[in-house]
């Protein structure tokens, strides 16, 4: 009887610890969640997008050499990918899972509930629902959003009641995020710039703590009909530059996101398992003087054997600490090789993000061809469809 009650309870522990390998559960004190189950990858061929590969693993005994490759990735191209940075597959894994839980565990209404005031405010916090912006010609997005911002994660009765397990997670892994992709990014283009090592990552948090209020963003696209996707030639969203410093996102199979590389050709980014891909936005660009690109990219329907599937994406978009003018960095290589960007009063670094967060994807642009124009501070910017 005794040696019965034995077996069986090895036998439920033997489980027990089999399910916890296939469940995706990463540290014992995060909750259970369904492991996430990547796409497949396309067959098709397509035309990948040449980008720089930084390999953080070298950091610490080959530093020049990824400030050498950061320089021409970001003068040249305005992406990279980023691997070797130490984040576990599986805790990336789990935040696509955690993504799912966004869109398919929190109902409509409750949604409708923690809609982002963007309007209103300029803010993505919370969810961005279905067709709030237009593509073009009366075809409106097919894309939901759901977004963290760094300072408001507290309390987790913010958030909808099915995420609320998984918030302590989720600013786990944004801290994460911070402190060994954007710090170790920031130091690097600290080398390119000749700007002290440090700089950059102080405007990103202060000696007081004080912090940028980094969007952390769960994002589904729902197939485009064929009849709209007629419409917009295939454009899911449209061609922009981000509005941010530097944003991050983790590397997924649907192939959608296209660059718009040097020679003017839209190219594909190519899926590179547990690899970030990485580029700067608007205020970085601008305070580079323009020496560092602020990369146009775009999200096309996916070649036809990954057409009909929904892609999730998880990604991090870094912000400079609120209220700093987005002048020029005190950086030779920036007077020297730049140019002055705001002729009149330069915008702060979270006015510049409000602006472009209220008007983008509903305002009546500048029509053009190619891209409309929305002119802020003085600023041409290009809205690519
Ligand atoms: O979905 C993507 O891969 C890119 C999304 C994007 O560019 C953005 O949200 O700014
Ligand atoms: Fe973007």
Avoid at 208 to 224: A, H, S
Avoid at 331 to 352: C, L
Wanted: hydrophobic residues 35%; glycine residues 8%.
């Amino acid at each position: 009887m005794t040696t019965v009650t034995t077996t069986s309870t090895e036998a439920l522990e033997t489980n027990l610890s089999r399910l916890s390998l296939s469940a995706s559960s990463p540290s014992p004190s995060y909750p259970p969640l369904p492991r996430w189950k990547a796409p497949p990858q396309t067959q098709h061929e397509v035309e990948w997008a040449d980008i720089l590969t930084v390999d953080l693993s070298l950091y610490d005994t080959d530093k020049p050499k990824l400030i050498e490759t950061v320089q021409t990735a970001l003068q040249r191209d305005g992406f990279f990918y980023v691997i070797g940075h130490g984040i576990d597959i599986e805790k990336l894994n789990r935040q696509f899972a955690i993504g799912e839980v966004a869109f398919d565990r929190v109902p409509r209404e409750e949604k409708e509930a923690h809609r982002a005031q963007i309007k209103e405010k300029g803010s993505f916090m919370g969810y961005k629902l279905q067709n709030y912006w237009e593509i073009k010609d009366g075809v409106r997005d097919r894309i939901e959003h759901y977004n963290f911002y760094n300072n408001s994660i507290d309390p987790v009765t913010r958030h909808p009641t099915a995420l609320r397990p998984f918030v302590p997670e989720v600013k786990d892994f944004l801290h994460t995020m911070r402190n060994t992709v954007l710090r170790r990014v920031l130091n690097l283009i600290d080398g390119v710039l000749g700007l002290d090592e440090g700089y950059l990552w102080n405007l990103h948090q202060d000696a007081q703590g004080v912090m940028g209020d980094d969007v952390f963003r769960y994002m589904i696209y729902d197939p485009l009909t064929g009849q709209e996707s007629k419409k917009t030639n295939g454009v899911m969203l449209n061609g922009h530059t981000d509005f941010n410093s530097i944003s991050t996102l983790i590397s997924q199979p649907i192939t959608a996101l296209q660059v718009l590389m040097p020679d003017d050709v839209w190219r594909y980014v190519k899926h590179k398992d547990g690899a970030f891909v990485i580029n700067i936005g608007d205020q970085l660009s601008f305070m580079s003087g323009g020496v560092l690109k602020g990369t146009m990219h775009r999200v096309v329907s996916p070649p036809e054997d990954q057409r009909a599937l929904r892609r999730l994406g998880v990604f991090h978009f870094a912000q400079f600490r609120n209220h700093l003018p987005l002048d020029l960095l005190p950086s030779e290589k920036v007077h020297k090789e730049g140019h002055i960007i705001f002729e009149g009063e330069v915008p702060t670094t979270n006015g510049w993000e409000q602006t472009r967060v209220k008007s983008y994807g509903t305002s009546n642009f500048i029509k053009g061809e190619e891209y409309d124009i929305e002119v802020i501070a003085g600023l041409q910017v290009r809205h690519y469809h």
